[in-house]
């Protein structure tokens, strides 16, 4: 009996110290939470020459939107996710149908206006087409009539765009988001103020020159004459036997002596 409670004592007191022992030890620190692996970095704005590039069968527009700047301008304006743009965009086959020339023929500064008037300042869907207000704004000019008028009409699903010069047909859509949209047309689109040569406006009307009178000469008055006398002396008339005359009278009587005396023999 005795052991008994010596044995339950001794357990007991070997529990209490592993007790002591466990409470006086630092508790473990929590795990931090795994961190998540990055994902991929979002996309930046829509790249129009890498859009075009993808697609294929567009190298001169693609020329043309890098050496004028263009294709940079419009990737940084589209980093504003508030600006919006539609691009109609000509095929290779498209400029290859133009006169010979016709590019080479502009400046550095109309090519670039050449490029813009492809671009329209707002994302249109096909759709909205059907309901736009002509001439429509592009990134060219404004759409004051003569400047860079672009008209555009939707008739079902095909839409006809009109220059002025040109009369093309959106044949597809290339790409498009809710910032940017490409539009295939099936033609370059050529502007009046580039290729039509502008007609010089009128001068003026001028006021007509007021009419110069020339003052009438005075009369003079003509000085009287003296008066001459009209009593007239009778001149005689004093007749002269002219030579002639007296030629007359002897040449009538000469033929009659000769007839006389020719009688005068037969007698």
Same mark, same amino acid.
């Given at each position: &009996?005795? !052991?008994? #409670? =010596?044995?339950?004592?001794?357990?007991?007191?070997?529990?209490?110290?592993?007790?002591?022992?466990?409470?006086?030890?630092?508790?473990?620190?929590?795990?931090?939470?795994?961190? #998540?692996?990055?994902?991929?970095?979002?996309?930046?704005?829509?790249?129009?020459?890498?859009?075009?590039?993808? %697609?294929?069968?567009?190298? %001169?527009?693609?020329?043309?939107?890098?050496?004028?700047?263009?294709?940079?301008?419009?990737?940084?304006?589209? *980093?504003?996710?508030?600006?919006?743009?539609?691009?109609?965009?000509? *095929?290779?086959?498209?400029?290859?149908?133009?006169?010979?020339?016709?590019?080479?023929?502009?400046?550095?500064?109309?090519?670039?206006?050449?490029?813009?008037?492809? %671009?329209?300042?707002?994302?249109?869907?096909?759709?909205?087409?059907?309901?736009?207000?002509?001439?429509?704004?592009?990134?060219?000019?404004?759409?004051?009539?003569?400047?860079?008028?672009?008209?555009?009409?939707? &008739?079902?699903?095909?839409? *006809?765009?009109?220059?002025?010069?040109?009369?093309?047909?959106?044949?597809?859509?290339?790409?498009?988001?809710?910032?940017?949209?490409?539009?295939?047309?099936?033609?370059?689109?050529?502007? =009046?103020?580039?290729?039509?040569?502008?007609?010089?406006?009128?001068?003026?009307? =001028?006021?007509?020159?007021?009419?110069?009178? !020339?003052?009438?000469?005075? !009369?003079?008055? %003509?000085?009287?004459?003296?008066?001459?006398?009209?009593?007239?002396?009778?001149?005689?008339?004093?007749?002269?036997?002219?030579?002639?005359?007296?030629? #007359?009278?002897?040449?009538?009587?000469?033929?009659?002596?000769?007839?006389?005396?020719?009688?005068?023999?037969?007698?």
């Amino acid at each position: &009996m005795a !052991k008994q #409670a =010596l044995f339950s004592l001794s357990l007991l007191l070997v529990l209490l110290f592993h007790s002591t022992t466990t409470l006086g030890q630092p508790a473990p620190a929590p795990k931090l939470p795994a961190v #998540a692996p990055a994902g991929p970095a979002p996309p930046g704005p829509p790249d129009v020459t890498k859009i075009l590039q993808k %697609i294929g069968g567009f190298t %001169i527009l693609i020329r043309l939107l890098k050496s004028t700047g263009v294709s940079d301008q419009l990737r940084g304006q589209l *980093n504003d996710s508030n600006i919006r743009f539609t691009l109609f965009a000509a *095929n290779d086959n498209a400029f290859a149908s133009l006169k010979a020339g016709t590019l080479n023929s502009l400046n550095n500064e109309e090519k670039v206006r050449l490029v813009q008037f492809h %671009i329209l300042p707002t994302y249109y869907t096909l759709q909205n087409f059907q309901t736009v207000s002509n001439p429509l704004r592009t990134q060219a000019g404004d759409n004051k009539p003569g400047d860079y008028p672009l008209n555009v009409t939707s &008739m079902g699903n095909q839409v *006809n765009i009109s220059t002025g010069l040109v009369n093309a047909t959106v044949s597809g859509t290339l790409y498009s988001n809710f910032q940017l949209a490409i539009y295939q047309v099936d033609k370059v689109l050529l502007p =009046l103020d580039l290729f039509v040569s502008k007609v010089p406006s009128p001068a003026p009307a =001028l006021a007509p020159a007021p009419a110069i009178i !020339k003052p009438k000469p005075k !009369k003079t008055p %003509i000085a009287a004459s003296p008066k001459t006398s009209t009593t007239t002396t009778a001149t005689p008339t004093v007749v002269v036997n002219s030579g002639a005359e007296s030629l #007359a009278t002897h040449g009538i009587l000469v033929p009659i002596g000769v007839a006389v005396f020719i009688a005068a023999l037969f007698l």
